[in-house]
Nanobody
Framework: QVQLVESGGGLVQAGGSLRLSCAAS????????MGWYRQVPGKQRELVAN???????NYANSVKGRFTIVRDNAKNTVYLQMNALKPEDTAVYYC?????????WGQGTQVTVSS
């Protein structure tokens, strides 16, 4: 069982930056894929970025070139550096750990970008 705790969300003006952190209760070294998702009310949760154990990353088209996901297995932490934020990035951001067949979620952290 892995517990995930996100932090780093908040209110920022458009064009600003935030760094989200996801701390895992146990080792993430063996977890296949760590990722960040986001959700706004009335819409489905969507993938923002993920990173495999070997370091291969995948980004949503809407965040490519602006967001960077980093995985630190030694600290059992995954980060999401978000730059050049836009109002449409406003959402609750969730950390995810996927190691088939297990799938774990954090409680989410709110990111609000004002115009």
């Amino acid at each position: 069982q892995v517990q995930l705790v996100e932090s780093g969300g908040g209110l920022v003006q458009a064009g600003g930056s935030l760094r989200l952190s996801c701390a895992a209760s146990g080792s993430i070294r063996s977890i296949n894929v760590m990722g960040w998702y986001r959700q706004v009310p009335g819409k489905q949760r969507e993938l923002v970025a993920n990173i495999a154990n070997g370091g291969i990353t995948n980004y949503a088209n809407s965040v490519k070139g602006r967001f960077t996901i980093v995985r630190d297995n030694a600290k059992n932490t995954v980060y999401l550096q978000m730059n050049a934020l836009k109002p449409e990035d406003t959402a609750v951001y969730y950390c995810n750990a996927n190691h088939y067949p297990d799938n774990y979620w954090g409680q989410g952290t709110q990111v609000t970008v004002s115009s």
